[in-house]
Structure formats: structure tokens, C-alpha cells
């Protein structure tokens, strides 16, 4: 089992930034990918960004170039949200996939209001 939890949603200004991090905990496995998924209300759970063991990611278009997915250990990952809009609203899930299996946070706040 995997236990995952986000942490750094809040309010922000339109052009503002959060950082969003993921702390994995529980039988964590080093061949592993990491993503940041969001939810807004009444739309579909859109994936925003994923990165794997090896470095490589992958990016939703409407958030490339404004954020940035990173790793320091197999465990914590980080989601950099730059020029924030208020269409980033939403509430921000992290999800790890490793052997199979997949596991979720119980996802955090970001709203994007002046």
C-alpha cells in the first residue's frame, strides 16, 4: 500500500504561483511514475503533468510552459505553477503508478481569484 498527500494549494491572484508537493509513504518502489491530475467543478479529472523514474514528462498543452513537474527522491514530487489563470482552478490530485497498481491523494485546493 501507498499513502499519498498533497500539500501548498491556497488562494492566488491571476499571474501568481503555487508550488504543489507530493509526499509518498508506505512500500514505494524505485521504477515508478508520478503525476498531477486536476478536477474543476462539473468537468472530467484532466491530466496535468507526470514524470517517471527516469526524468522523462509529459505535460497537459494548456499548462506547458507554465508548469513544471520535478522529483527529488522516489517518495516527493513537485508541481511549479507559474502565470496562474483563473481557469486553473480546480482541486489537484497527485497519483503514483507503480507495479500495476495505482494510488491517489486526497487532492488539494488551488483557486485562482482576484
Known amino acids: 500500500q501507498v499513502q499519498l498527500v498533497e500539500s501548498g494549494g491556497g488562494l492566488v491572484q491571476p499571474g501568481g504561483s503555487l508550488r504543489l508537493s507530493c509526499a509518498a509513504s508506505?512500500?514505494?518502489?524505485?521504477?515508478?511514475?508520478m503525476a498531477w491530475y486536476r478536477q474543476a467543478p462539473g468537468k472530467q479529472r484532466e491530466l496535468v503533468a507526470r514524470?517517471?523514474?527516469?526524468?522523462?514528462t509529459d505535460y497537459a498543452d494548456s499548462v506547458k510552459g507554465r508548469f513544471t513537474i520535478s522529483r527529488d527522491t522516489v517518495k516527493r514530487a513537485y508541481l511549479q505553477m507559474n502565470s496562474l489563470k483563473p481557469e486553473d482552478t480546480a482541486v489537484y490530485y497527485c497519483?503514483?503508478?507503480?507495479?500495476?497498481?495505482?494510488?491517489w491523494g486526497q487532492g488539494t485546493q488551488v483557486t485562482v481569484s482576484s
Open positions: 514524470i517517471d523514474n527516469n526524468g522523462f
Open positions: 508506505g512500500t514505494v518502489f524505485s521504477i515508478y511514475t
Open positions: 497519483q503514483r503508478d507503480q507495479s500495476g497498481l495505482t494510488y
